[in-house]
């Protein structure tokens, strides 16, 4: 089938590589502009344009699909299928309605639940104990179209979203290489949302991170996880804040939310609100780099 694949970060990378393995003919990427990154502040390529380039695919960047000449060239292209994974951008109407067979999304939720922009990090947050990828026909609203095809998985409790992020990647190339068969061979399923039961995934912001010790242990705990690698949660240690990345529950206390509780060769402990401590296990202190709580009481008392 002739594509056209849109996609921006690193999750979408799965997807386009097995497009290209299943021998799909991919007509163009299109992915968001370079971006100057770190202290340089060079330019640097999407993930996405990178594994394009290396496979030969011709990107296209355009800030804005509204552009003018956009469609045009897209139209040029003639894409039978148009396939979006991650690329941060709403289609126009006018684009959803160009390709023959439409245009889907490999969506990072059970959809109807967590549509928007970090629906990872957001039912790891909530304490979800499941979840998996969509891949949905698209409609004008967010996240709101027909889904086509989902696939399940267990969230482990000690995972954080920067692993499920890379699992959930792979889930989806999968699920996206059956679904344009089925696409293909005129099999797909068709099933409408629920739009009683939607949930909303909103961007990630640092408002997020303080901890409120007052919240039970395992809140707290899924909302290190959640919050993996950024904006990451922060927390008041001997009049600084500092960053965490990893607990594990440890335990009950009569001690009171917030009280530190000390030290032991795996993390500091805190009192939570439900009566329950959390270890925290690594951590970012002022100015320096992540890193393991033991090692960083092996030069620090606490």
């Known amino acids: ?118 629906p990872i990090n957001w039912a790891m947050i909530n304490g979800e104990k499941e979840t998996g ?20 998985t267990p969230i482990q409790p000690e995972e954080n979203a920067e692993e499920l992020y890379s699992r959930l990647a792979e889930l989806g190339g999968a699920l996206l290489s059956d679904t344009v068969v089925s696409i293909a061979n005129g099999t797909a399923r068709r099933t409408p949302q629920d739009d009683s039961l939607h949930t909303y995934a909103p961007m990630l912001s640092r408002e997020l991170s303080p901890i409120d010790w007052n919240r039970s242990a395992q809140a707290i705990h899924d909302q290190i996880r959640g919050l993996v690698p950024w904006p990451a949660t922060t927390f008041e240690l001997e009049g600084k804040t500092f960053k965490a990345y990893a607990s594990t529950l440890a335990g009950s206390t009569e001690k009171a939310p917030g009280t530190l509780l000390g030290s032991d060769k795996q993390g500091i402990l805190f009192a939570c609100g439900d009566g329950k401590a959390l270890r925290l296990t690594e951590l970012q202190a002022p100015g320096k780099k992540r890193m393991k709580a033991a090692d960083f009481l092996r030069g620090h008392k606490i």
């Open 133 to 152: 990828v969509t891949i949905m026909y698209m409609a004008e609203g967010l996240d709101t179209g027909d889904i086509i095809a989902q696939t399940v």
């Open 1 to 118: 089938m002739r594509i056209v694949f849109m996609g921006t970060p690193e999750f979408a990378v799965p997807s386009l590589k097995r497009l290209v393995a299943d021998g799909h003919e991919i007509a163009a990427v299109y992915t968001n502009p370079d971006k100057p990154k770190n202290r340089g502040m060079k330019m640097t390529p999407s993930p996405v344009k990178v594994a394009a380039l290396e496979a030969g695919i011709p990107v296209i960047q355009p800030r804005s699909l509204r552009e003018e000449g956009v469609l045009e060239e897209l139209t040029a292209l003639a894409p039978e299928l148009i396939v979006v994974a991650a690329y941060g951008k709403l289609l126009p109407k006018a684009v959803l309605e160009l390709p023959e067979y439409g245009c889907i999304n490999v969506h990072s939720s059970l959809l109807p639940k967590y549509r928007g922009a970090a």
